[in-house]
């Protein structure tokens, strides 16, 4: 036998172990030291141009020279979701258990597409454990990890759609959108744009979704919903889902998910979820409430790449009943066959969903959730609920700040808005736009913002696990600052 490391892609076993810990190296230096560098990558014009003018090499470089080029280069113009003053989007810092496990995992190299290996019976473990954690564990339910939320909507509504279909009567894998019956999708005007995304992608147009105004929350309003429903049918359309909130990206809303589910349930109609963000806020025993009715739902989306920790990237998709993915997914050709039909009635990976071939996702989610447990991770999720509640009960009495909407979860949307400047929205919202860029630089917090009716929002989300109350007290304090001397600036 040949030596088979005496390829460029191999390195010899004391070579490789050598330049593992120079890896692991980097890897903890970032982790020492996120807190203490920008949040905002801003890299100048001539790294830029060092990353993105890089020559093809014809020869291959030294692994040192490739790693010190990772360490210098790109590293340092990361987005500093690692920072606990991070409060932007919907972005977690990686859990560092996960972060180890990857490098075994990706040396393991499972293709994760089929069943019967040790990667699948893992997968279909942390699927267990998730199904576990939202009380959604029912016999036939079952679930995959994909790419994200915008890959587990829309796997979610093409079987939405396929069984709509089938009990319409119509071959929806043969014969497609010509012709069909004419499918309507129903969710709020909150809802993520990844439903549209989805709906376009299906080929069939975003003309098909009908939006549902919100009420004074943000929450999906039932009667206008329950009312078009009934005259969309009575007009001979066929409403295929109803997609419900679990936490909108904007504000956090939780649409009235039990009213959802008993309209679903008495029309006959596909009742998705769509809890990328917000699904875990269920774990919170103050707020396990709002969330009443998602147990009921035929398929959930969900991102552990957001309040678990897990480093991107890692959506989840769960169904009620797991024939429904398959009855739209399953495909399997003469050449798989053998290899994806192991004895265990679940099957395949690949019978669920779009992709084949797969990364190995489950593994991360895994060790994640075995290092954290769950007994931590319901208290990550309610202390980030908390401190976002009392940063809105902070907003509320304060007049200098105006509450824009409330905070059911970890989301606080709120403006700077002296009495000054009181009934001046243009000015308000010239004012807040120039303060988020200036809270973004100034590099001790991070918010991010949105618009909602028409105001400029500087939006808060507390979602990195050791942010606390500090990291609250420095973003009201460069509000403040900075939005003092912008209301000056501008008088
Ligand atoms: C983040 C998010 C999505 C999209 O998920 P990705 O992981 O970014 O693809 C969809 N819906 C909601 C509510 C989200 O917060």
Redesign the pocket.
Known sequence: MSDRFAYPQALPPEEFRRLGAMALDIAARHLETVADRPMRPHPPAEIQASILDQPLPEEGKAPEDILSFFETQIMPHARGNGHPGFMG??ISPPSHMAILTELPGVAMDSPCGGGGQGATYLEWCAIRWIKELLGYDTPDSHGLFV???????LTALAAARHAAAERAGWDMRRDGMRGAPDFKIYTSSE?????TKSMELMGMGNSAIRLIRTDSNYRIDINELKNLIEKDIKDGSVPFCVVG?????NTGAVDDLDALADLCQHNGIWFHV?????AFGALDPERAGLFQGMERADSI?L?P??WLSVPF?C?CVLVRDRQNLRNCFSLTPAYIRSASEIGDDLGSPHEYSFQLTRAFRALKVWSTLSHVGARAFRETVSRHNTIATQLAKIVEESDDLELLAPSSLSIVCFRYAPPALAGDNERLNAVNRALVDLLQKDGRVYPSHTELDGRFALRANIFHYATDQSDVDALLDAVRRHGEALARRND
């Not at 790419?147 to 909507?153: D, E, L, Q």
């Not at 909130?245 to 990206?249: D, M, N, R």
């Open positions: 989007w919907v790419s994200g939320g915008s890959m587990a909507n809802t993520h744009a990844c439903v909130s679990a936490g909108t990206v769509d809890g990328a963000y917000g989306a991102d790449h957001k990237d959506g």
